[in-house]
């Protein structure tokens, strides 16, 4: 199996800009998360999807980000428009609903000029 | 809230053990590992569910106190390979699959 796979693996913007990172889930989960981890936050949730309908997107920092999941087996994350605070390492991860491990995807690295 | 991981950071020399605690602000339902090295995504270890359980794996093991909801994770007779970050993530009673991951702990394991 081909893992998470998520791209770009790496995206250096301008502030302002928009920003669109893309998550392609383990064939057959139904369960997709979306974090961010920063040296001062830690892994935070954004949202998680069940069965593509976005069930909890608490985590979402503000307006700026919006998430999708128009089918099984893809997602994105959106930022719009970007500002510096943003530059993270975001991970999406899937799992099987009701199964207790994620996996993750090997991360996209944003860095917000 | 996030839950408090203790140390933050630790250096051990090959073959000694470690102890990694995580402690919530909230009643708990699950608490989940997870190991991540250096630029790598974080990999899951275990899971305790509520009941007070201990399990392991391999030389690593973890148990669950629900009463105080704390968790801790144990490395016995490290190895070069369990250097990296650990992380627990939490699960809240009502809010499945929903994980609040800890502040980490790092782990360097030398020779």
């Known amino acids: 199996d081909a893992g998470v796979i998520q791209s770009p693996r790496h995206e250096v913007t301008e502030m302002g800009q928009e920003v669109t990172l893309r998550c392609k889930p383990i064939?057959?989960?139904?369960?997709l998360f979306w974090y961010r981890q920063t040296m001062m936050r830690g892994l935070e949730l954004l949202i998680y999807?069940?069965?593509?309908?976005?069930?909890?997107d608490s985590g979402m920092p503000e307006d700026r980000f919006s998430a999708k999941m128009p089918n099984a087996s893809f997602s994105t994350l959106k930022i719009q428009p970007s500002e510096p605070r943003d530059s993270a390492v975001y991970f999406c991860?899937?799992?099987?609903?009701?199964?207790?491990?994620?996996?993750f995807g090997p991360g996209t690295r944003l860095t917000v000029l | 809230q996030q839950p408090v991981q203790s140390p933050q950071a630790v250096i051990l020399r090959e073959g000694e053990d470690a102890v990694i605690n995580c402690s919530s602000s909230?009643?708990?339902?699950?608490v989940h590992w997870y190991r991540q090295k250096h630029g790598e995504a974080p990999v899951f270890l275990m899971i305790?569910?509520?009941?007070?359980e201990q399990k392991g794996h391999d030389k690593i093991s973890a148990s669950f106190n629900e009463k105080k909801q704390q968790s801790s994770l144990y490395l016995t007779a490290s190895q070069l390979s369990y250097s990296g970050t650990y992380f627990c993530?939490?699960?809240?009673?009502?809010?499945?699959?929903?994980?609040?991951f800890g502040t980490g702990t790092r782990l360097q394991v030398t020779l």
């Open positions: 991860a899937s799992k099987v609903s009701g199964a207790n491990e994620q996996f």
């Open positions: 064939s057959g989960h139904n369960s």
């Open positions: 999807f069940n069965n593509n309908v976005p069930i909890d």
């Open positions: 909230k009643a708990l339902y699950s």
């Open positions: 305790l569910l509520k009941g007070g």
């Open positions: 993530g939490t699960e809240i009673p009502g809010t499945a699959s929903k994980l609040t």
